[in-house]
DNA sequence: TGCACCTATGTCAGTCCTGACATAGACTCT
DNA sequence: AGAGTCTATGTCAGGACTGACATAGGTGCA
């Protein structure tokens, strides 16, 4: 198991704004994984509000099962390129996107 | 000089919301291309307000003149990931981010 | 129980992105 | 003119990400 991977399993559970400072982070990293962890249950959220599996939602994404509940469980492997363009294939707008971004 | 390469230099000049008729996309790509050029234009934009020199921002970013050069130009070659990265290297905050993200 | 569906996790070859480097054009001084 | 700074663009080896596949655990239902 990787460290970053280690990271990321501990940040879940752990409040917003109390990340950082438990590990080692910088605030550039622990803003870039704050948000990769929101986009990921952002997109967990959409999915499940449409009532789709992640098998489908692969399919109109031309990728893998495996791989979006790799996005969903926010692993490192996957990019924010990704997520951002299944958000959008799951048609979040511009705004709803923002609002992902900023939320607590 | 390559296709997505051209889409790029052609949806430049074009507003915001005429720029999916005219080239062949889908909405989601449309939407994905639109929002690279948002995040490259506000990575510039904060960078010269910040008043420093591509070259000193690829130093703090451990990255290089050139791929800043390439960010902000909207280049294909670079990944969302990155520009997001570089922002919030550049102290952005989630609220800006969203900003950024949701203007017209 | 057996079956069908959903999700989680690991692995891997091929593709894409990265930093570094080279080079060129524009601009400002001296 | 020449030197220094800033930016744009092309190239490339190496590292990161991708879809695909395998497999396992969970849940619901006949």
Do not use: C, H
């Not at 879940?12 to 438990?22: D, Y």
């Not at 550039?28 to 009532?51: C, F, Q, S, V």
């Amino acid at each position: 198991m990787r460290a970053d991977k280690r990271k990321r399993l501990e940040a879940r559970g752990w409040k917003v704004g109390t990340v950082k400072e438990f590990l080692g982070l910088t605030d550039e990293e622990a803003a870039y994984i704050e948000l990769r962890l929101k986009l990921a249950d952002g997109l967990r959220a959409r999915r499940t509000a449409k009532g789709i599996s992640q098998t489908a939602l692969a399919k109109t994404l031309e990728s893998s099962q495996s791989r979006v509940a790799k996005m969903e469980s926010g692993d490192p492997s996957v990019s924010l390129d990704l997520l951002v363009r299944s958000l959008l294939a799951l048609g979040t707008s511009n705004r709803e996107l923002a609002r992902i971004i900023s939320a607590r």
